[in-house]
């Protein structure tokens, strides 16, 4: 209970003082926004919380407006012709999710934690096959945790991984969770977006070895 709590009080200051040292970057990013694709610069998406609780999430708009209206979430692919030029360099940066800063002040999120993942999203594999994401094993053990702007998966797994490998990264962080682990992991996280490389393959995972995290038992 006493990690819980301290789990929550760290969100809350963190996230404040976030939002208000980035005042003059979400003012940027809005007209950077509306300049190439016009309005919404904002999109609120329905999200999967902890125990399978819903809530709206808040992202810069990273896509072109026709992906608003798709029936079928399926996760943007490397080179995505959906992302506008100015969604590659928030991707990049993880600068598109600035705006969850207020999901975590609001208690819908944390800082660390498995992503936040959309209702009825569909995996699609290689081969063409699909399969909806609540079938892969490790969800309902991940979903007992509050999602997280940034975490384990999100650091060391490559976007084009498969779901069940990522899942495997979502519960290893329960089984080692600690505060001093958060704080590791956001820093962690700040270098990536200083460096823009949320979105490379590969450069991520020879960074387990600092987390004495082993690829073989994940």
């Known amino acids: 209970m006493k990690g819980i709590l301290r789990k929550r009080i760290f969100d809350i200051v963190l996230s404040a003082g976030g939002l208000l040292l980035s005042a003059w ?13 016009g309005f919404p610069f904002l999109i609120k998406q329905q999200r999967v919380g902890q125990n399978g609780r819903l809530f709206k ?8 407006k026709s992906t608003l209206t798709e029936e079928i979430n399926i996760q943007a692919r490397p080179d995505d012709p959906r992302v506008t030029r100015v969604g590659r360099f928030l991707r990049k940066t993880a600068l598109d999710e600035l705006p969850q800063l207020i999901n975590i002040l ?21 081969n063409g096959g699909t399969v909806n994401i609540t079938d892969i094993p490790g969800y309902k053990e991940r979903i007992t945790m509050s999602p997280g702007l940034t975490g384990i998966s999100q650091i060391f ?13 979502d519960i290893q962080y329960l089984q080692k969770y600690s505060i001093f682990f958060d704080i590791k ?7 990536i977006t ?8 590969g450069m991520k995972i020879g960074l387990l070895k600092n987390f004495r995290i082993k690829s073989e038992n994940l």
């Open 194 to 201: 200083f460096c823009k490389s949320w979105e490379k393959r």
């Open 185 to 191: 992991l956001i820093l962690l996280s700040f270098i």
């Open 106 to 126: 609001l208690g819908d999120m944390s800082f660390v934690g498995p992503r936040p993942l959309l209702p009825n999203e569909i995996e699609v594999y290689a």
């Open 157 to 169: 797994a490559d976007r084009d991984l498969p779901r069940y490998l990522k899942f495997k990264y």
């Open 25 to 37: 970057l979400w003012a940027f990013i809005i007209i950077l926004i509306i300049i190439e694709d």
């Open 57 to 64: 999430s808040y992202k810069f708009r990273s896509m072109r």
